[in-house]
Every structure is written in structure tokens, then in C-alpha cells.
């Protein structure tokens, strides 16, 4: 059996404020782009891991001041997604992308069975196993949950520029979903994406579907366009748009 990480590399999950006092519960699948030691640079260059192959541009910072102004619990991955995917089923072809948009990721190429079981034990597990362990606290104790995964994306994909500035994905509908669109739409300088530029399938996607859908919680995924958060004046001016309307969202819901 294999150990990736060495007794002295970083745990794989920050959890913030856990004593948190609101009912929501944030998740960041891509907060980090740190590699283990063990697997060198993944054979890409420091130019290609700091693009948004390698992790969600802004959304650390984002998510730990959105924490903060909301006295929320939250927990973010701190290594790269190109190591393993956090936000797919380790079986997924996307799990460990021996390519990534348009680059190829030597390190990732033909692994063995072992290889990857490695990965999944070290980061993938742990990442989970903590997520799924808050929230068994929270139902222990009978509090509310509202599960609300935060995420990054490019401006452009593949030589194509996205118009969406933000987007609201759900894999089916829920309540909190239409009030997050609503609330957004309504802020009027916003371009405004409903399951943009994803969609979250049964097969593309992870911590919502199991951490939320499947538990029967409230949930959505908050996507933010990474230029608009790629600097702390950014992340600070989202953090305080986000706190603001994911609170009179919650505060919706409890009236439902």
C-alpha cells in the first residue's frame, strides 16, 4: 500500500469556524494546487499549475471571508484537483485527467491501480470523510443544514469567452436555487447563469449530489466568473456580495 503524503506535508482539509453559528455549511472542492512531494511537479510547469486546471482561481479567499461575515462552518481541499478531483467519483475518467483542457498532464498517465487508490486514501477520502462528518454532527443535534458549494471558473474555455459572470447550478431544482437566481438577477450588474457554464450530471459531479442531494439537505453549487476574484479586492467585494444574499436567502427558506 502506498502513503502519498509525508508526516510533515499539509492535511488535506482546513475546516473554518467549526463551531460556526449559521445554518450554512460551505464547501470548497478546489480551494488549493499544492502537489505531494512525492509526485513531483506532475511533469507541467509553475505557469500551467496556477491556471485554473490545477485549482478554482479565488475561491480560498472568497469562501474564508464569506466564513467569517457569516459565522459559517466551512472546509476546503488544499491540494490540486489535478491530483485528484475532489468533485468526482474516484472512478470518473476526470477523477486524475491525464488531460486537462488542452494539456496534457504527464504525471497522471497510465497510473495503476495502486497509483490511484493512493491518491483517493490520502486526499479524496479524508476530504469527504470530514464533510460527511459535520454534517452528522449538525444532525445529531438537530440543526438546519444548508450545503453550499463554492466554485471558480475560467473566463475563457478553449479559445471561447463566457459572457456568465456568476452561475447557479443545481442538479435538480430546489428551492434555495430559485432564490439564489432571483436574488443575483436582482442585483442588476450581474450577468446571471442558471446551471452556467456547467451543469452538474449524475456523472460530472460529487459533494452536492452526495452531501446534499442524497441526504435530502437544502443545497446549491455557486460558481464565480475568476477574474472577478482573482485579486483580495475581489475576493473581499464577493465575500460581502455573497454573504449578503446567501442570508436573505437562508432567511427565505426558514419561511417556507
Known amino acids: 500500500m502506498i502513503d502519498l503524503l509525508a508526516p510533515d506535508e499539509p492535511h488535506p482539509v482546513r475546516i473554518l469556524?467549526?463551531?460556526?453559528?449559521?445554518?450554512?455549511?460551505?464547501?470548497?472542492?478546489?480551494a488549493g494546487q499544492l502537489i505531494p512531494r512525492a509526485l513531483g511537479t506532475l511533469g507541467i510547469?509553475?505557469?500551467?499549475?496556477?491556471?485554473?486546471?490545477?485549482?478554482d482561481i479565488g475561491i480560498a479567499g472568497v469562501t474564508e471571508q464569506l466564513a467569517e461575515l457569516l459565522?459559517?462552518?466551512?472546509?476546503?481541499?488544499?491540494?490540486?484537483?489535478?491530483?485528484?478531483?475532489?468533485?468526482?467519483?474516484?472512478?470518473?475518467?476526470?477523477?486524475?485527467?491525464?488531460?486537462?483542457?488542452?494539456?496534457?498532464?504527464?504525471g497522471n498517465?497510465?497510473?495503476?491501480d495502486a497509483e490511484r487508490d493512493a491518491r483517493r486514501r490520502a486526499i479524496f477520502d479524508p476530504y469527504h470523510a470530514a464533510l460527511a462528518g459535520l454534517i452528522d454532527r449538525r444532525v445529531a443535534s438537530g440543526r438546519r443544514i444548508v450545503l453550499?458549494?463554492?466554485?471558480?471558473?475560467?473566463?475563457?474555455f478553449k479559445a471561447v469567452a463566457r459572457r456568465v459572470e456568476v452561475g447557479v447550478l443545481?442538479?435538480?431544482?430546489?428551492?434555495?436555487?430559485?432564490?439564489?437566481?432571483?436574488?443575483?438577477r436582482a442585483e442588476g450588474d450581474l450577468a446571471v447563469g442558471a446551471n452556467e457554464p456547467y451543469e452538474i450530471t449524475d456523472d460530472s459531479d460529487y459533494t452536492v449530489l452526495v452531501h446534499?442531494?442524497?441526504?435530502?439537505?437544502?443545497?446549491?453549487?455557486?460558481e464565480i466568473r475568476q477574474d472577478l476574484i482573482a485579486d483580495s479586492a475581489g475576493q473581499a467585494a464577493w465575500a460581502r456580495r455573497m454573504a449578503r444574499l446567501l442570508g436573505e436567502a437562508n432567511e427565505r427558506l426558514r419561511t417556507l
Not at 469556524?17 to 478546489?30: F, K, V, W
Not at 498517465?109 to 495503476?112: F, M, P, R, V, Y
Open 17 to 30: 469556524r467549526p463551531d460556526g453559528g449559521s445554518d450554512l455549511l460551505l464547501a470548497a472542492d478546489h
Open 45 to 55: 510547469d509553475e505557469a500551467e499549475r496556477g491556471r485554473h486546471i490545477a485549482w
Open 71 to 106: 459565522d459559517a462552518t466551512a472546509i476546503l481541499q488544499v491540494y490540486s484537483r489535478l491530483v485528484i478531483d475532489c468533485n468526482r467519483t474516484p472512478t470518473h475518467p476526470t477523477s486524475i485527467p491525464p488531460i486537462s483542457e488542452l494539456t496534457k498532464i504527464p
Open 109 to 112: 498517465t497510465g497510473l495503476g
Open 148 to 156: 453550499v458549494a463554492m466554485h471558480s471558473f475560467t473566463p475563457v
Open 170 to 184: 443545481f442538479h435538480h431544482e430546489t428551492p434555495l436555487s430559485r432564490i439564489m437566481l432571483e436574488l443575483l
Open 212 to 222: 446534499g442531494e442524497a441526504r435530502g439537505l437544502e443545497h446549491v453549487e455557486i
